[in-house]
């Protein structure tokens, strides 16, 4: 299993960015996939979920409404399309599936949000 993020990057209050996951070693549609996200100091929070087919999403409180996930089977990827930036959103973005009784994380990309 393979995972690996991209697109984080330094941004502006208010601005938008959008994260990609690339993923392997798994059949990737018949897998939920989540994002999650970790700040300097602080523990590792779950951000959003997607099902495996990709029709059903949740996100958490803190981000809902700002944030989408999505996922496209055919390339075995999944996004978070985060808008409407805030400082608080700063943390390393991760990519997350659970397979075999095992959780699976990519190596992470920094998201900044800063003037």
């Known amino acids: 299993v393979r995972l690996v993020e991209s697109g984080g990057g330094l941004v502006q209050p208010g601005g938008s960015l959008r994260l990609s996951c690339a993923a392997s070693?798994?059949?990737?549609?018949?897998?939920?996939m989540r994002w999650y996200r970790q700040a300097a100091g602080k523990e590792r929070e779950w951000v959003a979920l997607?099902?495996?087919?990709?029709?059903?999403?949740n996100y958490a409180d803190s981000v809902k409404g700002r944030f989408t996930i999505s996922r496209d089977n055919a390339k075995n990827m999944v996004y978070l399309q985060m808008n409407s930036l805030k400082p608080e959103d700063t943390a390393v973005y991760y990519c997350?599936?659970?397979?075999?009784?095992?959780?699976?994380w990519g190596q992470g990309t920094q998201v900044t949000v800063s003037s």
């Open positions: 997607i099902n495996s087919a990709g029709g059903s999403t």
């Open positions: 070693g798994f059949t990737f549609s018949s897998k939920n």
């Open positions: 997350n599936t659970g397979l075999g009784g095992y959780d699976y």
